[in-house]
């Protein structure tokens, strides 16, 4: 006959085999724009912690570790394949792995590929958890001299120039600043476009914010042009001034 310790074993052992595995968090993660220490104190902690940290540049997230002196595990996530990498992260939340998503630079999610994983985790009810920090959009717009109550954010250029020129028309009916990431390639061509159809609309250019070739342009289109030389290959932020506001 089972003594009375051994059937209390049994209970205890029978409640832990039922009992649902607690679900990981899913941090959201913002990492610096450009200067490596432009990173929150949370940031550092939380990346720290978690099981997993998945990037869509697995070797700038490692690059940004190393400068923080953080020991990871990184997996790429994203740009080809979300499908399947979502199943295997949402597998590991599931099982209670916490996992942070990060971008190549700044607030995942803008005009980057997370969107899927952050659905995945609500539809699966599992916490997703914000930990904010540098954007590039917010960056630029807050030192490009505009009216910014509001602002359309458009993504990326495209590097068509046929449809450099429908973005640019949409953007010039608009009465609020319209903001979009862009190439060298798209800006020479954005500029050359508004110097035919916009010439006295002022444009505001950001250029490798927060990093030691920091350049700010202001101006109309070929003021901001003449600027632009030497700047060629890189990372930009390409603002047009809404219609009230030459």
């Not at 319209?178 to 035919?196: E, H, W």
């Not at 010439?199 to 505001?204: A, D, K, L, Q, T």
Request: charged fraction near 15%; charge should be positive.
């Amino acid at each position: 006959m089972p003594t009375k310790r051994s059937q209390q074993n049994l209970r205890a052992a029978t409640a832990s085999e039922t009992r649902p595995v607690r679900s990981g968090r899913l941090y959201v993660v913002a990492v610096p724009i450009g200067h490596p220490d432009d990173f929150t104190v949370r940031a550092i902690r939380v990346l720290k912690t978690v099981d997993i940290i998945a990037s869509e540049d697995p070797q700038a997230t490692q690059q940004l570790l190393a400068h923080h002196q953080i020991r990871g595990t990184v997996i790429s996530y994203g740009p080809w394949n979300l499908k399947e990498k979502v199943a295997v992260l949402l597998q590991r939340l599931q099982q209670g792995a916490d996992v942070a998503l990060v971008s190549d630079c700044g607030s995942p999610l803008i005009a980057d590929p997370g969107h899927l994983l952050v659905a995945a985790a609500h539809a699966n009810r599992i916490p997703v958890v914000p930990v904010p920090g540098p954007s590039a959009v917010i960056a630029a717009l807050s030192t490009a001299g505009l009216p910014c109550n509001s602002f359309f954010f458009l993504g990326h250029l495209p590097n068509n120039p046929t449809h450099i020129v429908r973005c640019l028309t949409d953007a010039l009916k608009r009465e609020v600043p319209t903001m979009v990431f862009c190439t060298a390639t798209s800006a020479v061509c954005a500029l050359q476009t508004l110097i035919g159809i916009a010439p006295r609309r002022r444009i505001v250019l950001a250029c490798d914010l927060t990093r030691s070739n920091e350049r700010i342009l202001c101006g109309n289109a070929r003021q901001v042009s003449q600027g632009l030389s030497g700047l060629l290959g890189q990372d930009m932020t390409f603002i047009v001034a809404g219609k009230n506001f030459r």
